[in-house]
Nanobody
Framework: VQLQASGGGLVQPGGSLRLSCAVS????????IGWFRQAPGKEREGVSC????????YYADSVKGRFTISRDNAKNTVYLQMNSLKPEDTAVYYC??????????????????????WGQGTQVTVSS
């Protein structure tokens, strides 16, 4: 499976961006796609994830109420709508896939080691 993240850029505080993660290739063993981010000098952290059906979503506390994850299965694409952006949202954003057993839902966290296919990342810079 290949993941292509796009949509990053430079935006002023309070602005919005929409990231896209296009998934291609045959990957039968994933049922969650997640967005992570990594700021300079910091560890990669989970931001949001969504199940294949779209029934389940998860958001880190730092982005709740500002970010919205969605998916278009016809286009094999997952989106991350980011509103009310803050300078602390500045990071490289990555999308990745994972497989979780049914009894692991609802997910209460996102850990990088649970995700096994990663895209190349897209830079988001929030600055005036």
């Amino acid at each position: 499976v290949q993941l292509q993240a796009s949509g990053g850029g430079l935006v002023q505080p309070g602005g919005s961006l929409r990231l896209s993660c296009a998934v291609s290739g045959f990957a039968p063993y994933y049922n969650v796609i997640g967005w992570f981010r990594q700021a300079p000098g910091k560890e990669r952290e989970g931001v949001s994830c969504i199940s294949s059906s779209g029934d389940f979503t998860y958001y880190a506390d730092s982005v709740k109420g500002r970010f919205t994850i969605s998916r278009d299965n016809a286009k094999n694409t997952v989106y991350l709508q980011m509103n009310s952006l803050k300078p602390e949202d500045t990071a490289v954003y990555y999308c990745a896939t994972a497989f979780f057993l049914a009894d692991m839902f609802p997910l209460t966290h996102m850990r990088t080691y649970e995700y096994n296919n990663w895209g190349q990342g897209t830079q988001v810079t929030v600055s005036s």
